[in-house]
């Protein structure tokens, strides 16, 4: 059984920080993408961040300039580093791994921004 372990979430004020940590039970996740999500409560979820296997990274514009993805292959895990935050920002916070033929999500760690 593989898993990703999520940390780092919690309460923060507007336009502080926090930097959320996925790391993966097995080092196949290294050859992954990997992403994170977050959804609000009654909303979609969404992506927020994705990195390669090579580092290439995307951004929704939403989150453009102020979200930092990236990944540590020889600790097999993936980091969120997240300034400014914004209320709008608050969420639950889902690691994903995506393979060519294997998809695994973290069980997601609490994100909030007050004002």
């Known amino acids: 059984q593989v898993q990703l372990v999520e940390s780092g979430g919690g309460l923060v004020q507007a336009g502080g920080s926090l930097r959320l940590s996925c790391a993966a039970s097995?080092?196949?996740?290294?050859?992954?993408?990997m992403a994170w999500y977050r959804q609000a409560p009654g909303k979609q979820r969404d992506l927020v961040a994705s990195?390669?296997?090579?580092?290439?990274?995307m951004y929704p514009d939403s989150v453009k300039g102020r979200f930092t993805i990236s990944r540590d292959n020889a600790k097999n895990t993936v980091y969120l580093q997240m300034n400014n935050l914004k209320p709008e920002d608050t969420g639950v916070y889902y690691c994903?791994?995506?393979?060519?033929?294997?998809?695994?999500w973290g069980q997601g760690t609490q994100v909030t921004v007050s004002s």
């Open positions: 994903r791994s995506i393979g060519n033929d294997n998809n695994y």
């Open positions: 097995t080092s196949i996740f290294s050859i992954n993408t």
């Open positions: 990195i390669s296997s090579v580092g290439m990274t």
